[in-house]
C-alpha cells in the first residue's frame, strides 16, 4: 500500500479531475480515457521530474495538455498534402479544404498569393509553422536559432496581416 503523500496515492486521488480535463479538451468519452491513460503513464514514467515544492496537480494537467496539443499536431501533419511543384513551400493544405464555392476559394488564392509575396526567409518558416511543425522542428530543419524562427514568423504574420487588412473574406460584411 502506498503512503497518503506519494505521487502515486496523489496521481490516483487525480483521477476523476484528469478525466473531466480530459473529457473538456477532447469532447469524446472514449479519446479521454485514452489521453487520461496516456498521462497517467507519461506521469509515472517521469515522476523522477517532479519537485515537491510544484503544484502538483498543475504539473499533472500540463503534461494531459501537451499530450494533446502534441497529438493533434500530429494528425494535422498527417492530413497535410506535402506540394512537389517547383514552389516546394507553398501553403500546404487538406485535401477537404472546407470550402463550397469559389467565392471561398478565391480567399485562399489571395491569402496563398500573399504569402509567396515574402521573401523565402519569411515565407519557409511561416508555411511550416502554419503545416503543424513546432518551433524546435523549423529551426533544426532550416538550421536556425529558434529565436531566429519565432521572430520571423512573427514577422510574417504581421505582414500578412497587412496585406490583408482591406481583403474582404467570404461571409464578412
Known amino acids: 500500500m502506498q ?11 487525480l483521477q476523476d479531475n484528469m478525466f473531466n480535463f480530459a473529457l473538456t479538451l477532447t469532447a469524446s468519452r472514449e479519446e479521454a480515457k485514452d489521453l487520461l491513460q496516456e498521462t497517467t503513464l507519461r506521469v509515472l514514467d517521469n515522476k523522477e521530474k517532479y519537485y515537491e515544492n510544484v503544484n502538483f496537480k498543475g504539473w499533472v494537467f500540463t503534461i494531459m495538455h501537451n499530450i494533446f496539443v502534441n497529438n493533434y499536431r500530429k494528425i494535422v501533419r498527417s492530413q497535410t498534402i506535402i506540394d512537389t511543384s517547383k514552389n516546394l513551400y507553398q501553403l500546404d493544405m487538406p485535401q477537404d479544404s472546407g470550402f463550397d464555392t469559389p467565392a ?3 480567399s485562399i488564392k489571395e491569402i496563398n498569393k500573399a504569402i509567396n509575396s515574402f521573401a523565402n526567409d519569411y515565407k519557409v518558416p511561416f508555411s511550416m509553422h502554419v ?19 519565432k521572430s520571423r514568423i512573427f514577422f510574417a504574420r504581421k505582414k500578412l496581416q497587412s496585406l490583408l487588412k482591406d481583403f474582404k473574406f ?3 460584411m
Open 3 to 13: 503512503p497518503k503523500d506519494s505521487l502515486e496515492h496523489r496521481l490516483l486521488g
Open 104 to 106: 471561398q476559394a478565391y
Open 131 to 149: 503545416s503543424g511543425y513546432k518551433y524546435e522542428e523549423i529551426a533544426m530543419h532550416l538550421k536556425l536559432p529558434i529565436g531566429t524562427v
Open 170 to 172: 467570404f461571409g464578412e
